[in-house]
């Protein structure tokens, strides 16, 4: 079965530092393009980072950069999303998502939500004093 579990949410103080994971079972990450996404409430599900098949490299939306860091850990069959300096507008349910389709560019990755194969059922983190 084809799947992927989030993990590592929870409640964190403005500031404070959380490492979220995304676990697959049933096929091989590093084969796949990843995508962690994030939905505020009653905002729309928005691309937080990717990291491509290919090489490894990745993108960052412009709000969390210098801040968030992607990573892959093949071994494991894994990807992490360290999140530092974290503000309450970091609020909200992540979602990791993978995309095996044609090779697509880092910016189509982190903005179209429709060339990912499978999702995650996300893990909630909440910003707040």
């Known amino acids: 079965q084809v799947q992927l579990v989030e993990s590592g949410g929870g409640l964190v103080q403005p500031g404070g530092s959380l490492r979220l994971s995304c676990a697959a079972s049933?096929?091989?990450?590093?084969?796949?393009?990843i995508g962690w996404f994030r939905q505020a409430p009653g905002k729309e599900r928005e691309g937080v980072s990717c990291?491509?098949?290919?090489?490894?490299?990745?993108i960052y939306a412009d709000s969390v950069k210098g801040r968030f860091t992607i990573s892959r850990d093949n071994a494991k069959n894994t990807v992490y999303l360290q999140m530092n300096s974290l503000k309450p507008e970091d609020t909200g349910v992540y979602y990791c998502?993978?995309?095996?389709?044609?090779?697509?560019?880092?910016?189509?990755?982190?903005?179209?939500?429709?060339?990912?194969?499978?999702w995650g059922q996300g893990t909630r983190v909440t910003v707040s004093s």
């Open positions: 990291i491509s098949s290919s090489d490894g490299s990745t």
């Open positions: 049933g096929f091989t990450l590093d084969d796949y393009a």
């Open positions: 998502a993978a995309s095996g389709g044609s090779p697509f560019r880092l910016v189509d990755l982190i903005s179209t939500m429709k060339i990912y194969d499978c």
